[in-house]
């Protein structure tokens, strides 16, 4: 059983930037992808960008490749999300994800989720 537990959202101006930290309670996540995903009420939850836990290898949505950067911090157990450049419609729930198997875009795909984290863009 994986815990995750995320940090950082809040309400923030287009154009700015945020920074989400997700805590996972396994220590050994080498066979893991973790993964940020977000979800807006009455839509389906979306993949934002994932990082395989053992390469550090990242890979992203279309929707926020080039603004977006995925982290890891392997001594303390931690993945990130660095956003930049935040329009409105990034404003939604993020929640951390981890699964088994590599490069997974699909929600089926991760077993283990937080809580979610709200982040507000405002025009």
């Known amino acids: 059983q994986v815990q995750l537990v995320e940090s950082g959202g809040g309400l923030v101006q287009t154009g700015g930037s945020l920074r989400l930290s997700c805590a996972a309670s396994?220590?050994?996540?080498?066979?893991?992808?973790m993964a940020w995903f977000r979800q807006v009420p009455g839509k389906e939850r979306e993949f934002v960008g994932g990082i395989n836990w053992s390469d550090g290898g990242a890979f992203y949505a279309d929707s926020v490749r080039g603004r977006f950067t995925i982290s890891r911090d392997i001594a303390k157990n931690t993945v990130s999300l660095q956003m930049n450049s935040l329009k409105p419609e990034d404003t939604a729930v993020y929640y951390c994800?981890?699964?088994?198997?590599?490069?997974?875009?699909?929600?089926?795909?991760?077993?283990?989720w937080g809580q979610g984290t709200q982040v507000t863009v405002s025009s």
């Open positions: 396994e220590r050994s996540l080498y066979s893991y992808t």
């Open positions: 994800a981890a699964g088994s198997g590599l490069g997974r875009i699909v929600r089926g795909a991760y077993a283990y």
